[in-house]
């Protein structure tokens, strides 16, 4: 038909080009709607040329190599050079909360655990992990998780909490340590109640005695212990597989890897600087107020730092590890489903043409 047409007479090639722009703009704008919101914002056409790639973060608070980033507008600099551009958003108390924002598209790279990500990968396939950090061994370096009780309870060991409730947060590293903790007991999980409580919940839940213990992760475990909560096991005493990790939306990490590398490769050397220097990591934006810290939480905190590990571009040989966190879910019903370690990893460097495994640090 379009052949035919173009065969008529010559006095209609006038309207050539005008069909052209409108047959664009109609393409574009079913593209658009096809993608959504988010990816539209993701795809904005680069002045300067390049990706035009936006990357949306939640805010880094008041400390760590994110945190100096946004202060000193480093990731707005690195990402221009690939036409990219950066977007600091809000702040969220978990990953799922972080979820959340990334279906509204306000988020489109996050940081999290295999643990909950294996909770939202079962059901829904729109982010992949990039990267991992592999867990700190070094005996010296501070822990920083930990089951807890009050300092007056009677339980003395993981066999002693038959009978008693427990708080976690549901499909997340607490809920994954306990089962691990319960297993390695010989504990059967269901005589131990788990109550899903976010971290802010658990904490109050945990002050008040509406539970017996809580596993404290993150920056609730140095606060717990600092009131004086006893510990009786840390993730580091059982088979942790649960890596830190890296993730992106799908579409971002398939159409723009090279804005992805470059916002590891700026996170990869400012974590190498902060275990030099942690000191100017912390309390980057307030010295005082709410989110600035001091005395043994800075100590705390200086320490913690210095022996972190540095992200990594993921790789196969980390489908091991997701699949022994997938499985155990599976196995304790806080998953329906199976997940596969090849449908939610993604190997950045060759998207990225990145130049060999040893750039991955």
């Known amino acids: 038909m379009w052949k035919s047409r173009r065969h008529h007479a010559p006095r209609r090639s006038r309207w050539r080009p005008r069909l052209a722009a409108v ?49 000193e507008g480093i990731l707005e600099k690195r990402l221009k050079a690939v036409g990219a551009s950066v977007e600091w958003g809000g702040s969220y108390a978990s990953f799922t909360a972080t979820v959340d924002a990334v279906h509204s598209g306000s988020v489109n790279v996050l940081a999290g655990a295999v643990s909950p990500a294996v909770g939202y990968l079962a059901n829904s396939h729109d982010i992949k992990i990039f990267s991992v950090t592999d867990p700190v061994t070094d005996p010296a370096a501070p822990q920083t998780d930990g089951l807890v009780v009050r300092p007056d309870s009677p339980i003395r060991s993981v066999k002693d909490l038959v009978g008693k409730q427990v708080a976690v947060n549901k499909g997340g590293k607490g809920e994954y340590l306990l089962l691990l903790a319960l297993e390695k007991a010989g504990i059967p999980v269901d005589q131990v109640r788990r109550v899903y409580l976010n971290p802010d919940q658990g904490a109050s839940a945990f002050a008040t005695g509406k539970v017996d213990a809580w596993w404290a992760i993150v920056r609730a475990y140095p606060e717990a212990v600092a009131r004086g909560a006893r510990v009786l096991v840390h993730g580091r005493d059982l088979d942790d597989k649960d890596l830190t990790i890296l993730a992106a939306r799908d579409e971002l990490l398939q159409r723009h890897p090279e804005a992805v590398r470059v916002y590891l490769q700026v996170l990869q050397e400012l974590t190498e600087e902060a275990k030099k220097n942690p000191e100017k990591f912390e309390n980057v934006f307030l010295k005082q107020g709410p989110t600035a810290v001091t005395g043994p939480r800075l100590d705390f905190d200086i320490a913690t730092a210095r022996y972190a590990n540095v992200p990594r571009y993921a790789e196969q040989r980390d489908a091991a590890d997701i699949r022994q966190v997938a499985g155990l879910f599976r196995k304790y019903g806080v998953v329906s489903r199976d997940v596969e370690p090849a449908d939610v990893l993604f190997d950045l460097r060759p998207a990225a043409g990145a130049a060999s495994p040893a750039a991955s640090g």
């Open 23 to 71: 047959t664009a703009a109609v393409s574009l704008a079913a593209l658009s709607a096809a993608c959504g919101t988010s990816s539209a914002a993701e795809d904005r056409p680069a002045s300067s040329g390049g990706t035009g790639a936006v990357l949306k973060l939640q805010d880094p608070g008041n400390a760590g190599p994110l945190a100096y980033a946004k202060r």
